[in-house]
């Protein structure tokens, strides 16, 4: 009588693809006003992550002053989409980007709850949109973590109001 062997194959069952979780910046509140209207002056740019500095020019809208060199209807500030709503909220809100979700009313944000998320990075961050002395002039508030300081090193960012812990 002989033995007949079989090899059964065995499955092997692997955990799907890791999707790392989006980061929900909901710490203190920092308020940037652009001091001058040249976008290409590192003052002049909110430099939020390595991937998005936000900016304008004396015309125009926000723009990406790390990806683009000015305003770009319907597209601009490229790596960032809006929404209006709560940050608690990010995950469920209707985003767009920036030019249609003011509805090309720039002023229409003024004062609005919103949520920006700064697509590459995957970051969600609380923004308002505050009149400054005119309108022309708008602060964006913006609210960042503290331990977030740019450090060529650290790869990190220092605010001219939090310096960089060493």
Known sequence: MSVKWFVVPALWILPGPVIPAATVWDGPILSYTQPGRDPT???NQDRLTPEVWLTRASSA???NARA???FI???SPTGTEWAYGQLSDYSTLSYRNWEAWHGNNPPSSLGRDAVLHLIS???YLRSASIPGAALAAVSLTIVRPREWCLNPV???YCWPDWPCSP
């Open 121 to 123: 990075e995957d970051i």
């Open 61 to 63: 809208g926000l723009f």
């Open 154 to 156: 650290r790869r990190c």
């Open 68 to 70: 683009e060199s000015s």
């Open 73 to 75: 209807r319907g597209s």
């Open 41 to 43: 002056q590192p003052a």
